[in-house]
């Protein structure tokens, strides 16, 4: 795997509605995108912050995975996101490391990206992600 850059950086956070002015006032980011994604129970918010995105993650179901997060966490940090090219390729000869995953597929994210997670166990407590825009 040779990751091309950082997607995103994943931001639980409570409420949008409270979050995004807060990146748009202080660090003066544009909201450029809020999307729902309801198979994965959130809703997120993008900045760009030059080749790097920040992805505000606000949790549409307390039992789903950002809800869960918030319960136990609060507010913070929730992954850190990875562009790659052929994602499944990649996946496969990362299980073939040894490395534990979430995901064993490729599916679909936000913005329409391919993504899969690599459990935080096998990644020194980071959540990990990684993301292939589609061809």
């Keep these: 795997m040779k990751p091309t850059h950082i997607e995103h950086i994943g931001i639980a956070v409570k409420s ?3 979050a995004i002015p807060f990146y748009e006032k202080v660090f003066g980011l544009e909201c450029y995108a809020v999307e729902e994604v309801a198979d994965q129970k959130v809703k997120t918010a993008f900045f760009k912050v030059g080749q790097t995105k920040i992805e505000l993650l606000e949790s549409t179901d307390p039992e789903g995975p950002i809800g869960k997060f918030l319960e ?3 507010e913070g940090i929730h992954h850190l996101a990875f562009a790659v090219d052929k ?3 990649v996946l496969a000869e990362t299980a073939d490391k ?3 995953l979430i995901d064993q597929t490729p599916r679909k994210g936000a913005e329409g990206l391919n993504i899969a997670f690599l459990h935080p166990k ?3 407590g980071v959540l990990t992600e990684l993301c292939e825009h589609p061809e």
């Design 98 to 100: 040894g490395v534990k």
């Design 72 to 74: 136990k966490k609060g």
């Design 122 to 124: 096998a990644t020194f």
């Design 87 to 89: 994602l499944s390729e």
């Design 16 to 18: 949008l509605d409270e």
